[in-house]
Structures are given as C-alpha cells and as structure tokens.
C-alpha cells in the first residue's frame, strides 16, 4: 500500500511541474526601445494575380490589428536573379532594341501598384533561392546563349577601384567522376588567363555544406593568354577523381560581343558553354549533363550574373507590390519603411531613382538595405562589398540622411567557404567585408546590419529540443557577428524570422508561438534593433515531403485566393506582445534581466522577459518552452527576494493548448480550440504555466 502511495504521489509531483522564481534586476535597464521602432512584419513578392488577392480591405484589417506598426519591403526578385523594374516606365540602354541596363524613372504619371522581375539570360546559376524556374547557360546545351559576369565588378568601370575581383564558375558533376580536360566555349568578353581545380576534400550533395578540403589547380590547369573561341585543355596525364570543378578567371580580355559599344559589354568574362570529363585521344568524354532546367543539367554556381536583359524578358509569374499600393494600404501605419535597393541585377542609377520616387511621393523610409541574400547567391564578400560601395555612392548623393545597410544574410551562420577564390580560407565574411569598407575609409556608409533568421533547417526533428535550442543560436550567432569584427554600436535588424524557411507543422503549432515571442524577447533583450516577422500575409499550407508535413510562416491561414480563414497561434502570440506585454506606440519601454531558477539552478526551459512600460507598469513576459513539465513561477526582485515585482490586483494573460491545439490533416489542417489567451484579473502571487505555453503578468490600472 505505501508503494502504491509513494507511486501516486510521484505522478502529482511530475504533473505539478517545478516551481521556478523569476528574479528581477531592477538596477539598470539591459535595453530601452520603443514597440513602434522595433517590432515589424514584412511583405513580398508573390505570384501571378496573389497581390490582388492579398491587398483586400478585411485582409488588410486583420494584418494591422496584429499591432505590427514597422515594414519591410522584401525582394523576391533579387532571390530569384532577376531584375527588378520597380517603375514599369523607364529606359533601355539599348533603347533601339528595348535591351541592355535599365533605369526606371524617377516619377510616374500613374500610382504604381504593380511591378515585375525580368529573368536573366546571361544567368550562370542553375539554382536560385525563389522558384527555381530559371537555368544556367554555361551547360544549357545552346552555344548561342552565354554566361556573364556582373560588369560592376570590372576594375576597368570603376577608376576609384583598382582592385581585381576575380570570378569564378563551380560545376558539380553529380558524383565523383574522373577529369583531366575541359573544352571552354567562350563568348566576349573571355578570360585570357585562369585556372582549372579539382575539389580534394569530403564529398557533399550541396557546396552550401562547406565541407573541409581545399581546391588544387590541375598540372596543366594555370592557363594565361589563350585568345578565346572554342578551347579544349588537357588538364592532367591522368584523370583525378572528384566532384566538383572550378574554373577562377583572373584577366578579361575586354572584348564586347558583336561590336557593342557600351562599356559594360566588355567588362567582365563570359562563357557560351562547358565540357568536362576524360580525355582518350582526341575526342572528350563529357560528364556533365546540358540541358534548360534543375532536373536536366548539372548543377552549376556562377560568382555573378550580369543584370543586362530585354523587354521579352518580362516575368509575369513574379508579381511585387508597387510602391504606392503599399503606402495606400495602410499597412505601413506612419512609420517608415526599410525599403530595398537591388544590388546583384540592377544599376545604380536605377537605386537611386528609387529614392527619388519615394523622396519625390512624400513616403517615409529610414533604412535602405542593399542586396538581399548574397550569401546565398555565393557571392564573395569582396564582391558584395565593391558593389555596396558603388551603390552607396549613389543612392547618398540622392538622400544624403538615408541609413544604408544590409547584407540581409540568409543566415549569420551559414558560410559557403567552397565558393571563395581564395582556396576556401581566410577571415569569416563580416570580417572582410568590414576589411574592404576601411580600406576606402568608408565605414561611415555602413550604418545597420541585418539577416535573416529561420534556424531549424531539420523541420522534421523533435521540436522540444529545437525550441530548447533557439535563445543560445540566437546569442551564439549574435555573438560571431561581434567577433568578425561589426562594432557593438551597429544596429542588429532581423529582416525576416520565422520557425524555418520550410514547411513545419511547428510553424502553425503552438510551438510556432512560443519561437515567435521567445526570439522577440531574447532579441530585444540582446540590445536587437528591429525584427520583422515573416507570414505577414495571409496564406495556405505548404507541404515538407521529406515528412510528409504541412505547414507555413503565417499569421492567418487562408484560401487560394487568400481569404483568411482563420488566425493561427503565431497571431495570438503576436497580438499578446504588442497588445498586453507591451504598449502600443512610440513611448520607451525599459527591458530589465530576468532570470529563472528552479531548486537553486537556472531554469533554461523558461524565459522571462521584464519591462517597466511607458505607463509606469511592470510587465512580464512568460514562455515554458518544455512540452512536458509545467512552471508554478513567483516574480520577485533580485535583490529583494521578499518584494514580488507585481502585488495586488493584476492581470494575467494565459496561452497554452488549452486554447490552441493543431489538428494535422494534410492540406486540410486546422486549429482546434482556436482561442485568444486567457485573460483574468488576480491577487494570486504566482502563475502555473503548462507545458508549452506563455503568459504576460501585468500591473493593472
């Protein structure tokens, strides 16, 4: 009968949870900000007809009662190498043929509501970090197409600039496969001298892996003063066995196709097409695969992409809002924008135009972020950095008071070492960047840094461990930043955060609104200057094959035609912040450290996050990210363990899977209950919170 007692009595216990104190330090502020300034949301490009489906006068109500006052204008087409004509009215450089670089104008007779990329069809990736419906065409199969590099990173265009940046064109030939030649179809300008290497390393299916290894040019593999046209090099005696193969160009010849006259077409290197394999002989046994799609050529990475193109160019399937339907919309809400400004497949002219529009149309904008995702794009940081500075010049001398920055990091951890020039080592990618800005004693133009932030890659996984995980990345990554050498001083923006970048049935769980709130207060509390959600807009589910899941960053699920259906936890989260934990506006709140511990040791399951609101208000923000254990948890000051930071009557907001419980049904998934939190006035001088659930404890009025 005793172990019996003794089992029951056990069982109560677990199911009573810990009992945690969340000590306040009232001494000194970690952080001061106000909602207004750092809390946002994003809007993007989408597809054919979507903006007319998602810009509705409910939908549109529905965003801004999330309290998300801050916008940021993303660029799907700078994702999906093509060029942006942010104003459908503009000129050609080759007006003639309705081709070459093009500038949009700096007004328009007519609102602009709706605006389209133009593919590229000098593009030199086979992937890309949109649709993936574009192709290379260094192994299309067609020597009438050709790859070029960006001609803005041609010392030859920029006399401020000497320095060289050599380009570079990676194959990944699927599988290890035996090389020892290359035969190079060269278009102009070509490359009068580079190097062919082999990759000796660990094979991976993805450069973005960054295996250790290192690039070895082949005996015969240091080529200078060929004069271009169809080459075909022996590379080796005997054939190496890898996996990928680089060629590094290294001097151009400055030769324009078809005698073209604009600077442009002749600054740089281009390549009509490529063929790599074994020698017998005289003939070449190629083991690439030429083709015009992912599925049906081998995988090719291109440092660059030169941003001519033409009218027939148009991609009527990437739709992005124009400037002046956003700012009709309401959605920016009086505050300014971050607005971008393509780098990688634009002209400066064409950025600084932009900010003449806007200038010119009386829309507010603070930051101005340059380029998004170089990293994904494998761009070198040298190479970044060249065009930051070109772009800098420009857009300053139109608003000399605009806050410039970027790089808009697809992630601050990710480093695609295998792309660089440099053998694949050297300093880290913030490091030399920040190296190329001082030599031009141009750290001044650098005035934010900003990534994205979707850390769990693995949406398959446990999502206890990975919301176990997710304030240390955060501060780890935070941490790396400040190493590379960026100064403590330099606002930190995420410019999108969301559970993962794919489909996760987390993102629609709870689990999704504990990641939300938990990385808004840690960041807040890191000293962070703006985070702008990603799934702003309405949407449906997504499907994750490799687990059969369905899922997507959002606010509000809806139909096709984005007629919201529903919220989803992420929204309740949202609305508990701005609308409970914080007070809406511009005012300062002051953030203060709180700190769980639980039997004399820190709770790290728990987060605790203290402000003193502009109304003089303790509040305190809650999240038990353990999915099995409650929190019985009492706020007290740290040095005061007697005092309780809120006495008396107060209120209490509650959010656990007693109001919000995910029903997975494939495409059909759907909350239920799908309740806002719990929301009761108390004298009570503690809170139990549930597994996986947060709260907000408040002073009242």
């Known amino acids: 009968m005793s172990r019996i007692l003794a089992s029951l009595l056990a069982c109560f216990v677990v199911s009573a949870g810990a009992q945690t104190t969340v000590s306040v330090d009232s001494s000194r502020p970690l952080a001061t900000f106000s ?5 946002g949301a994003g809007i993007d ?30 660029l799907r087409t700078e994702l999906g190498v093509e060029a942006w004509h942010w104003n459908p009215a503009g000129r050609w450089s080759d007006s003639a043929h309705s081709r070459g670089y093009w500038i949009s104008d700096s007004v328009s007779g007519t609102p602009i509501t709706l605006t389209h990329g133009y593919r590229l069809p000098r593009r030199g990736n086979t992937i890309d970090q949109a649709d993936n419906t574009g192709y290379s065409r260094i192994d299309d199969g067609d020597t009438a197409t050709f790859w070029k590099s960006n001609p803005y990173l041609d010392p030859a265009l920029d006399a401020s600039d000497p320095t ?32 062919v290497q082999f990759w000796r390393g660990d094979v991976v299916s993805d450069i973005d892996e960054s295996p250790p290894g290192r690039w070895i040019t082949f005996p015969r593999g240091d080529v200078r003063e060929i004069r271009g046209g169809d080459l075909q090099l022996s590379l080796a005696d005997s054939a190496v066995p890898t996996r990928f193969v680089r060629l590094i160009l290294t001097a151009s010849s400055h030769t324009a196709v ?41 995988l090719i990475y291109a440092s660059s992409t030169d941003p001519w193109h033409r009218a027939s160019d148009i991609d009527l399937d990437l739709e992005q809002p124009g400037f002046d339907r956003v700012a009709a919309s309401g ?18 002219e064409d950025g600084a135009n932009e900010l003449r529009y806007l200038v010119h149309r009386g829309y507010a904008f603070d930051r101005v972020e340059l380029g998004e995702e170089p990293d994904g794009q494998y761009v070198t940081p040298e190479d970044y950095a060249a065009l930051y500075l070109r772009w800098a010049r420009a857009l300053h001398g139109i608003a000399p008071r605009a806050t410039l920055g970027g790089p808009s990091f697809q992630s601050p951890e990710s480093r695609v070492m295998m792309a ?23 750290l001044s133009e650098y005035g934010f840094l900003s990534f994205e932030w979707y850390p769990f890659d693995d949406v398959c996984a446990p999502t206890a461990s990975q919301l176990a995980s997710a304030p240390g990345r955060l501060a780890e990554a935070l941490r790396g930043l400040h190493e590379q050498g960026v100064a403590r001083t330099l606002p930190f923006v995420i410019a999108e955060y969301g559970y993962s970048a794919f489909a996760s049935r987390a993102e629609v769980g709870i689990e999704g609104a504990l990641y939300d709130a938990d990385l808004v207060g840690h960041f807040l509390s890191l000293g962070g200057a703006t985070a702008f959600l990603y799934g702003y807009e309405p949407t449906y589910l997504d499907h994750e094959p490799r687990c059969d899941a369905w899922g997507n960053n959002t606010l509000f699920l809806a139909t096709n035609t984005r007629a919201i259906r529903m919220p989803v936890a992420a929204f309740h989260a949202i609305r508990l912040i701005t609308h409970d934990w914080l007070e809406l506006g511009s005012a300062p709140h002051a953030m203060y450290a709180a700190s769980p511990t639980s039997a004399g040791a820190p709770d790290s399951l728990l987060s605790a996050f203290a402000v003193k609101r502009p109304d003089g208000k303790w509040s305190v923000l809650l999240v ?21 930071v809120i006495s008396g009557l107060h209120d209490e907001w509650l959010f656990s899977r007693a109001q919000y419980r995910w029903i997975p049904d494939g495409e059909h998934g759907h909350p239920r209950p799908d309740h806002p939190p719990r929301h009761r006035r108390t004298r009570a001088d503690q809170i139990r919170l549930p597994p996986y659930s947060l709260a907000v404890v408040r002073e009242s009025y």
Not at 624 to 634: E, G, I, L
């Open 35 to 39: 909602p207004a300034q750092a809390l």
């Open 45 to 74: 490009g989408h597809g054919h007809g979507t903006l007319r489906d998602i810009y509705t006068p409910p939908n549109i109500a529905a965003m801004r009662s999330a309290g998300l006052d801050r916008l940021t204008y993303r």
């Open 164 to 195: 060289p940046h050599p380009q570079w064109v990676i194959v990944d030939l699927g599988s290890v496969s035996r090389v020892n030649s290359i035969r190079i179809a060269w278009a102009d300008p070509f490359a009068t001298d580079f190097r």
């Open 258 to 298: 078809g005698g073209a006259r604009d600077p442009r077409d002749s600054a740089g290197y281009a390549i009509r097409e490529l063929w790599v394999g074994r020698r017998a002989g005289a003939s070449l046994t190629d083991v690439l695969r030429h083709g015009t799609s992912r599925q049906t050529q081998s």
């Open 331 to 348: 959605l920016t809400s009086h505050e300014p924008m971050m607005i971008p400004v393509p780098v990688l497949f634009s002209t400066p």
């Open 420 to 442: 660089w020039p440099e053998d694949s080592v050297g300093a880290p990618w913030m490091t030399r960047f920040l190296g190329v800005l001082q030599r031009h004693r141009a």
């Open 624 to 644: 038990n990210r353990d999915a099995k254990r409650s929190r019985t948890v009492r706020l007290r000051f740290a040095d005061n363990p007697n005092a309780a």
